[in-house]
């Protein structure tokens, strides 16, 4: 993936859904929620164990298909296997992006959500490309 389409994303992007939020401090998945809402995104925490709770101020829910409204992007902290389920949750739902973490690698859910004219950016770190690009945000 080239930087500018990263920064595209990026800079487009206000609704994000993080799948595997997690309420742990000490998970990835939690430090890059707060980092995204500090860079003034919008962030949805998505896990069956936030369902009807709020983590860092935000409400959770179970599934994608559970979050109202529409999401730009799907942050998606799972192992690598279950990508292929969530890039089908994110182009039910209509979201433009599909963002898989850092060690998260499925082509196939890359080339299925392309196929129905998502972006996919994989193996990245929206926390780590944000300041290397240097990309600011108005909160």
Known sequence: MNDQTIREVLTR???IALVGASDRPERPSYGVMKYLLDQGYEVIPVSPKLAG???LGQQGYASLAD???KIDMVDVFRNS???WGV???AIAVGAKTLWLQLGVINEQAAVLAQDAGMTVIMDRCPKIEIPRLGITRQK
């Open 13 to 15: 992007t206000q609704r």
């Open 53 to 55: 709770k709020t983590l």
């Open 67 to 69: 979050v109202p409204g």
């Open 81 to 83: 296997e279950a990508a």
């Open 87 to 89: 890039a089908q949750e």
